[in-house]
């Protein structure tokens, strides 16, 4: 099959990545959880993966880069760990239900508020139109880092520069990270959720959060951390505190030897991304039939829809008369959808990895060519 939605799910892993984590499943210590050598080596990789994740994305230190099982999760302990009673809270209409439906829980449950900040004329997001919406008690603004629809990724530092020093700004890193350039210190962001199975090439169930020395979140999660074990409250030091339970060291040691290749390879992924998705929106805007809802973009997203064919159809075609593997659908963002005005049918999404080349967006051209 060829592979065209990244976008969910990297398929392409390097093989440090794949073997990395193999050697992990032949280990079954617990990193931290023990006095032995076995576990303090395994601690220390752990520790070194903090620090590099510190380093590749300008962070606030080991201590503040958080493991989580998904950056769902990392989202959900940014905002539920975050926002209390009587705070407001601005998001975009790009975001991904990730970030849509805790906001909305908390609005159900504790009481905040939020506002959605909509596209500009020209389909973008306006910094200007996100400052508007801030009020006295906005507590935290949510921007992602690139659209999971588009591929469109917003001037993170733009939108930080509009919005008043005191709100926090949170980056949905899931689509932009490892594709894109995401330094928070000089970017001043406060939260970067992170996604290890997409752009970073790790495997699934390994993601993060890393956080700013502003905020303080509360855990979501509560149990055995290895550390102060007299104490039946969480402690109270970071990473610690939002790290109940046994971490996943496989999935560790497959996002440290995926920040190694995003940072050997990330530019000459760009390039390639800039390349395969520029040459498809080309080849589909000189065909006809195809509305093209993206512009070339280094996350590798190509968005359309066909003028008859319904999107989630036309992913069935592409997949059992082709073998090629695309989403079709609403992509977990209905707003992003409404904004666009494909709601709610959805559009159809190829989305590259920088290990693919142009012979799989001549296939898909060809296969929509013929459809």
Not at 34 to 60: K, M, P, Q
Not at 150 to 155: M, S, V
Not at 242 to 265: C, D, H, M, N
Not at 353 to 366: E, G, H, T
Request: hydrophobic content about 45%; some cysteine.
């Amino acid at each position: 099959m060829i592979y065209l939605d990244n976008a969910a799910s990297g398929y392409f892993k390097p093989a440090s990545v794949q073997n990395a984590v193999l050697a992990a499943m032949r280990i079954s210590a617990n990193p931290g959880r023990s006095g032995h050598r076995l576990s303090v080596a395994l601690a220390e990789r752990v520790l070194a993966c903090r620090e590099l994740l510190s380093e590749v994305f300008d962070g606030y230190g080991y201590e503040r880069a958080v493991f989580t099982r998904s950056c769902t999760e990392a989202l959900n302990i940014a905002l539920l760990g975050t926002l209390k009673a009587g705070d407001h809270a601005v998001c975009t209409c790009l975001e991904h239900n990730s970030v849509l439906r805790p906001l909305e829980h908390l609005k159900r449950t504790a009481g905040i508020e939020y506002d959605v900040a909509p596209l500009s004329e020209d389909g973008k997001l306006s910094p200007e139109t996100v400052a508007a919406l801030v009020k006295e008690n906005t507590r935290i603004c949510c921007i992602t880092s690139a659209s999971n629809v588009t591929g469109y990724a917003p001037d993170i530092v733009a939108f930080r520069n509009a919005l008043p020093e005191r709100v926090l700004l949170l980056v949905d890193g899931a689509q932009g990270a490892g594709h894109i350039p995401i330094r928070m210190k000089e970017m001043g962001i406060d939260f970067l959720a992170l996604a290890g199975h997409k752009g970073l090439h790790a495997m699934q169930g390994a993601a993060a959060l890393l956080f700013s020395e502003r905020v303080e979140p509360e855990p979501l999660l509560f149990g055995g951390t290895g550390s102060e074990s007299f104490n039946l409250d969480m402690p109270a030091f970071y990473p610690d505190r939002l790290e109940a339970g046994t971490l996943s060291y496989p999935a560790i040691a497959s996002l440290f030897e995926g920040l190694l290749t995003v940072k050997a390879q990330r530019r000459e992924g760009e390039k390639t991304l800039l390349r395969l998705t520029s040459s498809l929106i080309g080849s589909l805007s000189a065909m006809g039939r195809y509305r093209i809802f993206s512009e070339p973009n280094a996350c590798g997203i190509v968005a359309f829809a066909h003028d008859m064919v319904p999107s989630e159809e036309l992913a069935g075609i592409l997949s059992d008369r082709f073998d090629i593997a695309v989403r079709g659908g609403l992509h977990c963002a209905p707003l992003a959808h409404k904004a666009l005005g494909t709601f709610p049918e959805g559009l159809v999404r190829a989305s590259f990895s920088p290990f693919q080349s142009m012979r799989d967006a001549n296939a898909l051209y060809a296969a929509l060519k013929k459809i």
